[in-house]
């Protein structure tokens, strides 16, 4: 029974800080005022506490960081030592317009955890005829025509290529490819990404942004010369 006992605080140990920090992040993602994510947290069964590291929450507005960063903890642990439901799949949805005032671009892109990755279909309208380089940006921002969305969403580091094809492994996380737009100005695109999540586990994509480029992602280095981005909308958690 002992035994039975430690090896369960053991699996609690090991387990508990990436449910609490997968957790946070959702609730993170669907508030408003906040923008940000927690990296890591670090906790202690045996003295009650915990640490959080690579806390990167900016405050827009309404309470301080300090008070949301607390209840996002307490929401986190409450719902895990509950035995609450914390599941996997989640869905999200990227609501794209153009960077430019007299833009036509508009559309929707939805994102749904499954089981081979992370599904992500795209309906846009308004588009200029012809390849569009498509990608997932590193931060949830599209001011400044869509240049506050930063880089490429590439967790672990590697050269621009194509994700869905080669892997996070070889290519950068956000690297979708292309888009084709008809004469018409429409576009779909749907893809699954492998190893990439939602708010889950390692590769993250909750609170980032979708981001249209002005050209053809020809697959050059560093990032598919594919010019202006003509289109943008941050990628937002909408269920569990």
Request: with cysteine.
């Amino acid at each position: 029974m002992l035994t039975v006992f430690v090896l369960a605080l053991i699996a609690l140990r090991l387990c508990l800080p990436a449910l609490v920090r997968d957790y946070a992040n959702r609730k993170l993602a669907r508030n408003p005022d906040y923008r940000g994510r927690i990296d890591k947290i670090g906790i202690s069964l045996w003295r009650g506490t915990y640490q959080i590291k690579g806390l990167k929450i900016e405050k827009l507005d309404g309470v301080p960081v300090a008070f949301f960063s607390c209840k996002l903890i307490g929401w986190a642990v409450s719902t895990v030592l509950l035995g609450a439901s914390v599941g996997w799949s989640e869905t999200g949805v990227a609501k794209i317009q153009g960077t430019s005032g007299e833009s036509t671009i508009a559309g929707t892109v939805t994102f749904t955890d499954t089981k081979g990755g992370l599904k992500i279909s795209a309906r846009l309208t308004g588009v200029p005829r012809g390849d569009h380089g498509f990608h997932i940006h590193e931060f949830g921002n599209c001011a400044d025509d869509g240049k506050a969305a930063g880089g490429h969403y590439n967790p672990a580091s590697t050269p621009h290529g194509d994700v869905v094809k080669s892997g996070i492994k070889k290519a950068h996380g956000g690297d979708l490819g292309n888009i084709l737009a008809k004469a018409d100005g429409t576009a779909t695109l749907d893809v699954v990404l492998p190893m990439v999540t939602l708010s889950s586990r390692k590769f993250t994509v909750g609170g980032r942004a979708m981001v249209l480029h002005e050209k053809t992602d020809d697959f050059s280095q560093p990032a598919g010369n594919a010019g202006a981005r003509i289109g943008c909308g941050v990628i937002a958690i909408t269920a569990l």
